[in-house]
């Protein structure tokens, strides 16, 4: 019997099919269950300003195959290496919060990409057997909707970060990502959430962390729908299903952190996997109103789609 | 060959083995790892870029294309000459026309009555006729199509038109299999 843990300080996670060990406590990850040596660790430590072999060097992040570098002034910087290590670099006096804001966001991306993993841009609710992905630039409604499936009894398996591997079988499964969503206040009051109690994501921003609860869903479940999301200077909702290379175009496109995989060594992965899910998904545009007055209306016309996905056209 | 020149029927054109290749619907999506760039091609690029799965002669090419697509030959020329100048740019196609030809060593021909068959070196097999037998002796030394066709007009009774025809579709299909090489500028 020992009176010491020799494990050490670390915490074990899961998320996104991976088990993690953290040195930082992350509450937005699930504890993990099973036993076993991680997949990928994080840690703090010294990182160095720049990448001593970056092909890439941009103003917040150098890149080169197995090594990518994050600057974030006021914040930390962070060092992701090989698919399975990140050192965190936190600037004195940076908040916890926006420490681990760009932690799970960008660096945890950048993970995933050197991991040869799909990561898109969006949301993805559990529907049937399956799940649907909600893609789109910042501020087309991905967090939204997907709060708004939930209040309709859907739950919930990623928020911001979507990521799509294969199984065994060659299947292509979402893995669920964080129990959490990230929303503005106003699309807190859209699904009828006061926001005003729940924990800020970054002190200059009115985001805040919802967390999902009952309603995250924490199994990988095969993907069955992409929409992508386009707020648009009109009145009505309307769905047009996607054909041909578009469909590749619009992965691309949506592929979270894509000029990460600029001299990632991933960029052929990433070409490979998201035509496969092209080939396999059927994928539509859903323009909407650029307000969220209609997001019932929107919500109806989604779920008649994942209904008998044939679209407006 | 200048960039402004047209690519002679002869020129033969072949992919680059790095760029990545994806089908969706019929239509090809290539990535070139190399420049990091994508293309999306329509339905006769995308066409065009299958009948590149082996190495093919320009004029190859455009017969094959009006074969499949109605298309008047003169427009199907001016469109092929556009898009595989394209492809050549964005270095995913390599082009050469040369002007002398030679066979390829280690190449073995086993001779029968009025026919031959070639062997390469990966043991693939290619039967040839008695006029195919006798161009591949005339490559032994490096010869132009034009010496070629002089050479076998004035062996074989054929007409001249008729005899360039076959010479360069044969000529065409040996350095697909890579059973002849370009000797050079003449």
Not at chain 1, 68 to 83: D, H
Not at chain 1, 261 to 282: I, M
Not at chain 2, 58 to 64: M, N, P, R, S
Request: hydrophobic letters at 40%; glycine letters at 10%.
């Amino acid at each position: 019997m020992s009176l010491i843990d020799v494990k050490g300080a670390g915490h074990e996670y899961r998320a996104f099919g991976l088990q993690i060990r953290s040195s930082l406590p992350l509450p937005e990850m699930l504890p993990a269950t099973g036993e076993g040596e991680p997949d990928a660790c994080i840690d703090c430590g010294t990182v160095p300003a720049k990448l001593r072999e970056a092909m890439v060097v941009r103003k917040r992040f150098e890149a080169a195959p197995g090594a990518f570098l994050l600057r974030i002034e006021g914040v930390a910087r962070y060092l992701v290496t090989g698919g399975k290590r990140i050192v965190v670099d936190p600037e004195r006096g940076a908040h916890d919060e926006e420490v681990r804001l760009f932690l799970l966001g960008s660096a945890l991306g950048a993970l995933l990409h050197q991991r040869h993993d799909l990561v898109l841009h969006g949301s993805a609710i559990g529907d049937g057997g399956g799940c649907a992905l909600f893609l789109g630039v910042s501020g087309a409604g991905k967090s939204t909707l997907a709060l708004a499936f939930r209040q309709r009894g859907h739950p919930i398996l990623a928020d911001d970060l979507s990521v799509v591997r294969a199984d065994r079988d060659g299947r292509l499964e979402l893995q669920p990502g964080y129990q959490q969503a990230k929303l503005w206040l106003d699309s807190l009051a859209c699904v009828d959430i006061d926001g005003e109690g729940l924990r800020r994501v970054h002190r200059s921003m009115d985001k805040r962390a919802l967390p999902l609860g009952a309603s995250f869903l924490h199994f990988p479940r095969p993907v069955t729908r992409i929409y992508i999301l386009r707020p648009e200077e009109r009145d009505d909702v309307h769905i047009e299903p996607l054909r041909g290379s578009d469909r590749l175009a619009a992965l691309r496109s949506n592929t979270y952190r894509f000029r990460y995989l600029e001299s990632s060594g991933s960029k052929a992965a990433h070409f490979r996997s998201a035509a496969q899910l092209a080939r396999q998904v059927p994928l539509a545009i859903v323009r909407r109103p650029k307000d969220l007055r209609l997001l019932p209306e929107l919500v109806g016309r989604l779920e008649a789609d994942l209904r008998t996905g044939a679209g407006d056209a | 060959m200048t960039a402004a020149s047209p690519l002679p029927a002869h020129a033969l054109v072949v992919r680059n083995p790095t760029p990545l290749a994806a089908d969706l619907d019929g239509e090809t999506v290539v990535l070139n790892l190399d420049s990091g760039k994508y293309y999306d091609m329509n339905a006769v690029g995308s066409r065009i870029w299958t009948l590149l799965e082996r190495p093919i002669a320009v004029g190859a090419l455009i017969d094959a294309l009006v074969g499949e697509f109605e298309v008047q030959r003169e427009a199907c020329e001016k469109e092929v000459q556009a898009f595989l100048r394209e492809l050549r740019a964005n270095g995913l196609v390599d082009i050469s026309a040369p002007e002398v030809f030679r066979r390829r060593l280690g190449v073995e021909v086993r001779r029968l009555t009025g026919a031959g068959i070639l062997v390469d070196r990966e043991g693939n097999h290619f039967g040839v006729n008695q006029v195919g037998l006798r161009m591949w002796d005339l490559l032994g030394e490096a010869i132009s199509l034009d010496a070629l066709v002089e050479a076998l007009g004035d062996e074989f009774d054929v007409s001249s038109a008729r005899c360039r025809q076959e010479a360069e579709a044969f000529l065409n299909e040996l350095r697909a299999r890579g059973l002849v090489e370009d000797a050079g500028p003449g």
